[in-house]
């Protein structure tokens, strides 16, 4: 297992369990954050989600709750989740912040916040040799709702050196 620090948004975590690889973050990190409006979020979803289901079951050591959302973070108008998965990862560093949302991406990049996707942990699984390849599981993702732009598919899939360039 590696030393990544993640704090969780509740799209990859509800991505990756529809997709049928949720186990990949807790194979993937040392230390996993799931603030508590993202654990709200998650659970307001559907009963039969994979996702769900996973943070009743085993995930709830991981939820945290953050007493107040930094002012940089709050002043870009982001969801609840979002704004408290930054204000996570820009109080404790070296903590990765998980999330696919295009304008908390800009946030973190922005704010110096280190920053990975969902298309992002399935490629860590790859390299650490936990799937043998993440074509099957980036189409499992676009099924599950993971809206990704051919370009990025095609980067990623270059990355895991499953397409030539």
């Known amino acids: ?7 969780l948004n509740a ?15 807790e194979a993937l990190c040392s230390e996993m954050v799931i603030p508590a409006a993202v654990a709200a979020e998650v659970r307001a979803g559907p009963r039969w989600d ?19 959302v930094d002012p940089l973070v709050r002043a870009w108008d982001l969801g609840a989740g979002e704004s408290e ?26 704010l110096g916040i280190p920053v990975r996707g969902t298309l ?20 499992r993702l676009q099924d599950a709702g993971l809206r990704i732009a051919p370009g990025v598919l095609d980067t990623a899939l270059s990355l895991a050196g499953e397409r030539e360039t």
């Not at 994979?50 to 107040?68: F, K, N, T």
């Not at 992002?120 to 189409?139: N, S």
Request: charged share 20%; proline share 5%.
């Open 1 to 7: 297992m590696s030393e990544r620090q993640w704090v």
């Open 11 to 25: 799209s990859p975590l509800i991505l990756l369990g529809k997709a049928g690889h949720i186990g990949l973050l």
């Open 50 to 68: 994979a996702g769900q289901d996973w943070l009743q079951s085993r995930a709830q050591a991981y939820v945290r709750h953050i007493e107040q």
């Open 85 to 110: 998965v930054l204000t996570w990862a820009r109080r404790n560093p070296g903590c990765e912040a998980i999330l696919d949302d295009r304008a908390a991406r800009d946030c973190a990049i922005a």
């Open 120 to 139: 992002g942990v399935v490629l860590a699984a790859k390299r650490e040799g936990l799937i043998p390849c993440v074509q099957p599981i980036f189409q």
